[in-house]
């Protein structure tokens, strides 16, 4: 069993910066922790995602060049830069054993999510 805890939302303005963490717990080894956010009545969308296991990372278009994945033990991190107000949602951490990053329905644990909310 793996429980995963965000933490790291808020409120900023456009062009600033945000942090998000997931802390697992249980075992993750061979797992991808994956980054997701939704807005109400859209699709849950794959943020980026970091494999446990040679460290690959993938990233969503929208979020390319701006956003960085990391992972220190059994924290993933999303460091969050030149936000706008389109990047404003709830965003969960997931991990799984997935083959395809950016499908929601390949992860097996969420966690309970936190909002990021961005300001023009």
């Known amino acids: 069993q793996v429980q995963l805890m965000e933490s790291g939302g808020g409120s900023v303005q456009a062009g600033g910066s945000l942090t998000l963490s997931c802390t697992a717990s249980?075992?993750?080894?061979?797992?991808?922790i994956g980054w997701f956010r939704q807005v109400p009545g859209k699709e849950r969308e794959g943020v980026a995602a970091?494999?446990?296991?040679?460290?690959t990372t993938g990233y969503g278009d929208s979020v390319k060049g701006r956003f960085t994945i990391s992972r220190d033990k059994n924290t993933v991190y999303l460091q969050m830069n030149s936000l706008k107000s389109e990047d404003s949602a709830m965003y969960y951490c997931a991990a799984g054993v997935v083959s395809r990053w950016s499908t929601p329905k390949e992860y097996n644990y969420w966690g309970q999510g936190t909002q990021v909310t961005v300001s023009s």
């Open positions: 249980g075992y993750t080894y061979r797992s991808c």
């Open positions: 970091i494999y446990t296991v040679g460290g």
